[in-house]
């Protein structure tokens, strides 16, 4: 039986990620590692509960990052106190807006936005009744 499961995104360039995760997410870097020509094979950071792994892409291990296969094909879907300031921060970073944050009919405020390594995230919160929405 599972007890945890940790998605493992690959990317262009593994510190560039860990360095725009941090800024935009409030991700904690805990773990990194590197092999002897600095690619880094594994690093791990913390969001709240949550730990996100990611490493280099390195096309002889068959590990492919979004740009290398046409676009991502998975959906991160990150669940934030504030998604309107998260997303913008995304952009402002170098991210793309690919669908505005709205309120949506399920009650959640969310929208996407593909990260500057090309992984799609769905940006998150709950609608709360009485709570100022951005005009």
Do not use: C
């Not at 805990?30 to 969001?47: S, Y």
């Amino acid at each position: 039986m599972i007890s945890e499961l940790h998605p493992k995104l690959l990317v262009s360039d593994a510190d560039a990620a860990i360095d725009f995760y941090a800024k935009t997410l409030g991700a904690t870097p805990t773990i990194r590692v590197a092999d002897d020509h600095g690619v880094v094979n594994h690093a791990e950071l913390t969001l709240g509960s949550a730990v996100l792994a990611l490493a280099q892409s390195v096309e002889e291990w068959g590990w492919h990052d979004p740009a290398s296969l046409g676009g991502s094909p998975v959906l991160v879907m990150a669940n934030v106190s504030d998604p309107d300031a998260t997303a913008d921060r995304m952009v402002q970073l170098g991210g793309e807006l690919v669908i505005p944050v709205e309120d949506r009919p399920y009650g959640k405020r969310q929208g996407r936005v593909r990260d500057p390594f090309g992984h799609l995230w769905v940006i998150s919160g709950d609608l709360h009744e009485g709570a100022a929405q951005p005009s």
